[in-house]
């Protein structure tokens, strides 16, 4: 993988680093519920909301993708690439060319948080500098839905099942304190038919009181 960036890359602030695959192998499971086109679409809208959270962060300062591909991600943003090895070993290998850049501050963030904010992660942000680790587990409570690493070290991602409690146990096994952030736009991601219809849900019920 290779990285450019601006030259102020080393400023103060945080990198988001945001996974995703090619758009076509994303979200498989909804295929039951949507037609291929209509997914991919939803794919891709779902990232535009990350990104334009993350680049309305106060505390973020740089955006990264990792990715097989660029697809529509606009052309100021980065995209490392993502050799398919497994989303854990591609988060390692950004994370530890981050740190070589002296950037020690990154938020990990899924691609598919359709209400994320701003704000929440700026919360991911600062719950990360007390003790060096934050973590925004999943409505279920048991996956990792975002985390925040402010830190010098390199730390091992546990992306999968049980991810939370696997991310806990790393964070402790490299001094860190962490610190687990409940959010409502970091808890909800988009995995089942279930998750689509309350979506959907959601978004008629905006429309209703607009």
Known sequence: ??????????????????????????KTRLKES?????????????????????AGAQAVHQTIVVSPERDQVPAAIPVLADTGESLN??????????????CHEVVVLPADLPQITSAEIDALVRAGHTGGFSIA???????????????????????????????????????????IVRLPGLAFDIDSPADLERLQEQQWRTRLRA
């Open 137 to 179: 587990p999943d409505a279920a409570g048991t996956g990792t839905n975002a985390l925040c690493l402010v830190s010098t070290q390199p730390f091992e991602f546990q992306f999968g099942p049980d991810s939370q409690r696997l991310h806990l146990q790393e964070a402790h096994r490299r001094g860190l304190t962490p610190q």
């Open 34 to 54: 949507v037609n291929d086109s209509t997914r991919v679409e939803l794919v891709r809208a779902m990232l535009a909301a990350v990104l334009a959270a993350a």
């Open 1 to 26: 993988m290779t990285l450019t960036v601006h030259d102020d890359f080393r400023r103060r602030g945080a990198c988001a680093l945001i996974a995703i695959k090619e758009r076509e192998r994303c």
């Open 89 to 102: 070993a591609a988060l390692a290998q950004a994370h530890c060319m981050l740190r070589d850049l002296s």
